[in-house]
């Protein structure tokens, strides 16, 4: 079945420190890929997404591109604040008219002054 | 436009206990899904709803049951309760067709003691 698999974290970081963190998935057809956001104490918030190999999404600094080669959707931002301190989750859904999300395990990032 | 409302916040059970818990969709979006999320486990896909149907179900014992109204909000219910439980399990919400985005609430904390 899909899966999804991201680095656990959790990772620290300075503020204005450039962030990588990686996702690769494993899935059948042309899924649709995601990067959601979950602060303390909420729900996930879409950060964002690619829907074909080769895209490119981008949200807030944050950007992530489709790579179907290395079936990869690994997210980065140049510089890092405070305010990004929270759980990234690396997500699939098949497409096809499915919007059944099979998730990652969740990178916790705390980010420093 | 408000979001996704799920009711309770918080609740507290004891294993063989049954429980429901409520969500309300985002105004005008027809499809409901639910999660649940655990520290072991990540988030896992329970069930989506359209129009009152149950269109994907994911890998849960039958304990685990749903509905959707005519209205769109949906209920989730789990019988016999177990420890393993314990979890937030969230509601998502989403318009019918359109983009592939996810709306979901802060969740109801589900203890069983």
């Known amino acids: 079945g899909d899966s999804v698999t991201q680095m656990e974290g959790p990772v620290t970081l300075s503020e204005e420190a450039f962030l990588t963190i990686n996702c690769t998935y494993t899935?059948?057809?042309?899924?649709?890929l995601f990067w959601y956001v979950q602060y303390p104490g909420e729900g996930l918030q879409l950060l964002l997404k690619a829907t074909k190999a080769d895209d490119k999404g981008s949200n807030k600094g944050f950007e992530a591109t489709y790579r179907k080669e290395t079936t990869s959707f690994h997210l980065e931002k140049g510089s890092v604040q405070v305010s990004d301190s929270a759980v990234y989750f690396c997500a699939l859904s098949p497409g096809a008219g499915s919007y059944q999300l099979t998730f990652g395990k969740g990178t916790k990032l705390s980010v420093i002054p | 436009k408000a979001g996704v409302t799920q009711t309770p916040r918080y609740l507290i059970k004891t294993r063989g206990q049954q429980v429901t818990l409520s969500c309300s969709p985002i105004?005008?979006?027809?499809?409901v899904s639910w999660y649940q999320q655990t520290p072991g486990q990540g988030l896992q896909f329970l069930f989506e709803?359209?129009?009152?149907?149950?269109?994907n179900k994911g890998n849960f014992p039958g304990r685990f049951s749903g509905r959707q109204f005519s209205n769109s909000r949906s209920e989730m219910n789990v019988s016999t309760l177990e420890l393993g439980d314990s979890a937030l399990y969230l509601c998502?919400?989403?318009?019918?067709?359109?983009?592939?985005?996810?709306?979901f609430g802060s969740g109801t904390q589900l203890s069983v003691l």
């Open positions: 105004s005008g979006h027809r499809s």
């Open positions: 899935a059948t057809g042309y899924p649709s």
């Open positions: 709803y359209f129009s009152e149907t149950q269109r």
């Open positions: 998502a919400s989403k318009r019918a067709g359109g983009e592939e985005k996810l709306f």
